[in-house]
């Protein structure tokens, strides 16, 4: 009799052997349905030599249930699993989770519904919409979504059409196969530059060995149009390219550009695909139909059947780190995923992360530039405004350079940006009768007042309420007052300034699908906006040739706090938010507002001198024994209870490890001391390379028990220090 150990989904269960039916096949990577008490559990055929667990004796065993029809979960993908539980110290189960993270996709045939033209004649007038709607949708068949796209025309209507008839639904398999992409649709003229490292790329395409490559390339200088030349030569393989990007509000864009290269839509993954839309992508990545994917960092997790090339867009980007459950970055494990599948890995960015630099620099990976713009389009000129001397009137935020350079572009027709990272209109609101501020009831932070949706918001938890009209601490009717500025503010003072100027606030929360971002691409590009006011969101991926000013309103706001990687990050945003101006034939001009000139950050970016930040940055890190030379970790507790967290934090750091190549320091309360309802302790713990930190960690953590309402997180090369 076979028996077979199962990795169960479950981390509190560990290992579970079953036996194998007669004439039953598995191997390691089978995903099976097995009993478990009264009740079934999912499981993956593991090797039982890298899974220790209890060894039960072959009577006592249950046998497995089923088999489920999908591909086994490759070796290669078996021991990315194992590295990424090991290297962040997660559990097995919780990586193993992210493969299947489409329970549906699990399941057997299953049908949707689309909806095309039925052909009936329609009674009456039509609206202009629903006019626009039969005009557009002949020969169309699709999820309503999908034709709201075709026909740009509101979901909304497309069904009231269903309900008159003149949209019919038609039953399909949801396992239908994707549109093929073309890798010869339309072929591109590259850059001199472009054609060099393309040719590099395609020979690591198609040497399918392990290649890790820094594609370094200036704002404008089509490092997509260069990489999509690799993707093309996958795609002639017959091989699976994997695109990673850490926006959704990214996608559009990008798919735009795609679709004009390969006469085909990529296939998506991302959280805001519906769960039949997730379960088609899951199955047709598993039997290999799905040939290129676009996704944020899930995807990434994927059971590819012939992975060739991976290739991670923006790579320096902070949302490829995940900050809950298994907090593993992105960029790296892909490089791991890389290495595994013995495939080819583009990091690519205008501003690489400081230890892909070094990575690049030592030799591990290679450096492929494009030092200049595409089609002779130059760089923006840089110019810094003294906020100490040139300072904004009173209840204002933009300064008379801002002003004037603004009127200019409105003269000439032509586009402007305005950058500050910071939703909403303003990060405060307190009354100016009693001083009281408005915190969230469930984080030690303030509610942020967004005037487009009127409600005060935590940006952390989510809670929301509404603006009140009256003061709650001491009763007193309008006498709120908004403190600091965020993008809305901007916006409404541009407005101000400008009343005739068409004015777009680009945040998560105005482009938080994909449909609104590509409702704001599409006026952009139209030139049916005039000024965008945004976050981080806007400082990448955008190429609007007519956006010829960018105006940074505070860069120093992100060199305040406690975050170990400030002044990189700073560079990086500002940096690719000044790459949005002048992207076209028309010269572009960026203007800084900072009260600190003088600082080195901003210098670099005055002066156009990325080598010297990096450089500075490289030496300082070096004196720290910070990431690349040395390792930071950080171990968060909490619990509902104050006086909980706290012991329990006490109590690790007593029995705290003392070793040469290690240092720890804390426990302290979080900066974010309430997150969620649950109070928060961290240590900060910086190791050198010589350091066994993850097992130093597991022996130290493990050797504890704690209450039941304590919660332990382990973040390896953390990013966020809150």
Known sequence: MNRVRLLVLNAALGPLDYSVPDGVQVVPGHVVIAPLGPRTVTGIVWESERLPGSEVPAEKLRPIREVVAVPPLSAPLRRLIEWTADYYCAALASVARMVLSSGGALGGPATMTEYRLSGAEPSGRLTAQRKQALEMLGGHQGTI????????VSEGVLRGMVGAGLIEPVTVAIDRPYPPADPDFDQPVLSDDQLRVARTLVKAVEARKFAPVLLDGVTGSGKTETYFEPVAEAIRLGRQVLVLLPEIALTENFLVRFEQRFGAAPVLWHSSLKSTE???????IANGNAQVIVGARSALFLPYANLGLIVVDEAHEVSFKQDEGVRYNARDVSVMRARFEQIPVVLASATPALESLHMAQTGTYELLELPSRFGGAQLPAIKL????????????????????????????????LLFLNRRGYAP???????????QCPNCSAWLVEHRLSARLSCHHCGHETGVPETCPECGEPDCLVACGPGVERIADEVAELFPEARVAVATSDTLGNPERAAEFIAKAEAKAIDVIVGTQLVTKGFHFPELTLVGVVDADLGLEGGDLRAAERTYQQVAQVAGRAGRGSKPGEVLIQTRHPDAPVIAALADGDRDAFYAAETEARRDAGAPPFGRWAAIILSS???????????????????LEDLYILGPA????????????????????????LQKVLRDWIDAHQFAPGVRIGVDIDPYSFV
């Open 669 to 692: 309360p979080a900066p974010l001391a309430l997150l969620r309802g649950r109070y928060r302790y961290r240590f900060l713990v910086n190791a050198r390379r010589s350091a066994s």
């Open 640 to 658: 509902e209870d104050e006086k909980e967290a706290r012991e329990a934090a006490v109590r690790l750091g007593d029995t705290r490890p003392e």
């Open 145 to 152: 979504r999908e034709l709201s796209g075709a026909s740009e």
């Open 428 to 438: 405060l609101t307190l009354c100016r009768n009693c001083g009281h501020r408005f």
């Open 385 to 416: 405004v003294n906020l100490t001397e040139e300072k904004p009137g009173a209840g204002k935020w933009l300064s008379q350079p801002i002003v004037d350079a603004l009127e200019e572009r409105l003269s000439r027709g032509e586009q402007s």
């Open 278 to 284: 997730r379960r088609r992508a899951w199955r047709a």
